[in-house]
């Protein structure tokens, strides 16, 4: 049995939309029909899924909002006591996005079929990820799904909560930044070349300032639109670049090099990475596993070839914070309470606490570092409005002084 998308004009020839349950279209359509519709079109959930996920990226998956939403009310149905197909349903009954609903209803039916709620997300990987699934495993193993779904909840809120957090930091100094490069272009397109047109009279020698200042004007002026299509053109050529492996792979290498930059490369994913590990491993995924899906969080391509190896060292018989020091990008105070959780046994509590550390740590970097670049772009901002208003002044104050 499967979900099924129908469009189909009822008895007064309204059309409706509907999700359906059956075992193929064909059990659908005439369902459709001996309720008096005429079926206009049935389409599988999965297999409309599965053409949205080799569609453009930003088509593919839903919001960290909508998913952890969904998951807390899994976690809160399941924890009373009811059956997953019967929280799946009522989760899908809640939720006011049809697209929300029909999958939520496509998994139901996988269950209904006798497969695992893990097997069922399999269907949707590019809504839920190998780390959502692997814990959801090891929940159902455990029989602790609603603990671990909670967890999950609690997780992707924590990093919705971040992302949001770094997006408001970086707002408005963008925008600042787009202003004053904006208000830059114009004064030197539009305003410079009508106040300059006096000065083409005049016999004397423009100050050096004031020559260099009609120089750029005039450069704008001419090639502005040929210079906008090549940096575009750079900024695609850099992008088409970016995906190959071995481009890419050394380009993570140099921003790790970058001293500021390598600092928020390594703490943002080093923050994703200890968070992930803690999650699988208080859900009860080996820690082999765990590792493994860990390295696949880690944006940074270095980083996470570097878990890897790390992973093989620990199969071998290496503890974690030995193998995770060896890779050189973990800064010394997650080895440190990696360590000491390991002694301890409790591992999974330093993860969570270094990932707090962690990520309190970035956010305190980018406020500063935001903080010292707003007041620096107005500085720019500033001596650059003052570099052309003495270019323009100068040439008038030298007539002045010729007239007198």
Known sequence: MSAFEYKALDASGKETKGILEGDTSRHIRQMLRDKGWMPLSVEEVREREDKKRKQLSFMRGVSATDLSLITRQLSTLVGSGLPVEEALKAVSQQTEKPRLKSMMMGVRSRVLEGHSLATALGDYPHIFNELFRSTVEAGEQSGNINIVLARMADYTENRQALQQKMMMSLLYPVLI?????????????????????MFDHIDQEL???????IGLSDFLEAYGIYLAIAIFGAFSIFQLMLRGEVFRRQFHRFLLRIPLIGKLTR?????????????????GVPVLEALRISAQVLVNIPMREGVMEAAKKVREGTSINKALEGVGHFPPMIIHLIASGEASGNLEEMLERSAD?????????????????????ILVMGATVLVIVLAIMMPILDMNQLVQ
């Open 267 to 283: 703490g943002l994913n080093t923050a994703r990475f200890a968070r992930t590990l803690s999650i699988l491993a208080a859900s």
């Open 357 to 377: 550390t962690q990520e309190r740590e970035m956010e305190t970097l980018l406020s500063a570092i935001m903080g010292l670049f707003e007041p620096l772009m």
């Open 207 to 213: 100050p050096m300032l004031t020559q260099g200042l």
């Open 177 to 197: 930044s787009i202003v004053a490069i904006v208000v830059v272009i114009l004064l030197l397109t539009y305003v410079v070349p009508q106040v300059v047109e």
